[in-house]
């Protein structure tokens, strides 16, 4: 009977060990190892109707109408954007000061590597313009008829412009037209930074005018080709007369409602904004 009440006081002793244990020193050992247990265990989802609700894209709708999205998307460079800009170089000028003339079979792969060095500096005058940002996307280079190397490339931009607001058209449809803007005098305007400027310049006024017209318009498309003079013609110009002029083609495009105006009724207006009579 007295062995009995020992084992049955022996077997209380371990129940309570573990209490003892936990609570040694005064340190709340199963309150730590609760915490550290937390840690790794899976949280509960937050219900949905606690969560804090994610800002509404102020853009959706023109995810749902990728035939919009990629012209009047106004923080993203797309394709449906951009500036084709021209460079025209002779053998020596694609050469480093004091660089060798590699062999003429080599030339084309000169002009293809340095074409985006050369390219990209364009970028600046369509920031100084129409956009907020630039990148050269594309380049070609080929050897012209006197021997020069000709550079294209296409530079794509996020508009700097109000673009207008295509969401309040109902059953819209897209339209572009393109036009050659004007010169004056005789010549086409020398090839400069200053020229480029001002016909990307021009481009846009003319861009807005359409805007006040339809509610929305996007320049989608300028190309700076570069015409250069026959020797002939310098010959009965100024001396230092610049040889490589520019001409500028822009193209403008709306989302309007077919009943307002059709694809040949906003070229004749295009034409008649570009060029009045």
């Known amino acids: 009977m007295k062995r009995g009440r020992i084992s049955f006081l022996i077997f209380l002793l371990i129940l ?17 190892i609760s915490e550290r247990t937390d840690q790794f265990m899976p949280q509960t989802a937050v219900p ?11 853009f959706q709708w023109l995810n749902d109408r990728p035939d919009l999205r990629d012209t009047f998307i106004p923080n993203e460079m797309t394709q449906a954007r951009y500036v084709t800009v021209e460079k025209v170089l002779s053998a020596e000028e694609l050469l480093n000061d004091g660089e060798q003339a590699p062999e003429d079979a080599f030339l084309g792969l000169y002009a293809a590597a340095r074409a985006p060095a050369q390219l990209i500096a364009y970028c600046a005058e369509v920031i100084a313009t129409i956009g907020t940002t630039c990148d050269l996307t594309h380049t070609q280079t080929r050897e012209n008829r006197e021997g020069k190397w000709v550079m294209n490339g296409r530079l794509s931009f996020i508009p700097s412009s109000d673009l207008g607001d295509p969401s309040l058209v109902e059953n819209g449809q897209l339209l572009s037209a393109r036009a050659v803007l004007p010169q004056e005098g005789d010549l086409r305007p020398p090839n400069n930074a200053e020229t480029r400027a001002a016909m990307l310049s021009q481009a846009q006024t003319l861009c807005d005018r359409l805007r006040d017209e339809f509610g929305n318009c996007v320049l989608t498309r300028v190309s700076l080709d570069v015409h250069e003079l026959w020797i002939t013609d310098l010959e009965v110009l100024p001396a230092g ?14 989302y309007v409602d077919p009943m307002q105006v059709d694809a040949t009724g906003f070229a004749d207006l295009v034409a008649e904004i570009v060029n009045p009579a």
């Open 241 to 254: 007369t610049n040889p490589q002029r520019l001409e500028a083609t822009a193209e403008f495009t709306v």
């Open 48 to 58: 949905a109707a606690e969560a804090e609700a994610a800002p509404e894209d102020p």
């Open 16 to 32: 309570a060990l573990p209490v003892v244990a936990l609570n040694f020193g005064g340190f709340n050992v199963g309150g730590w």
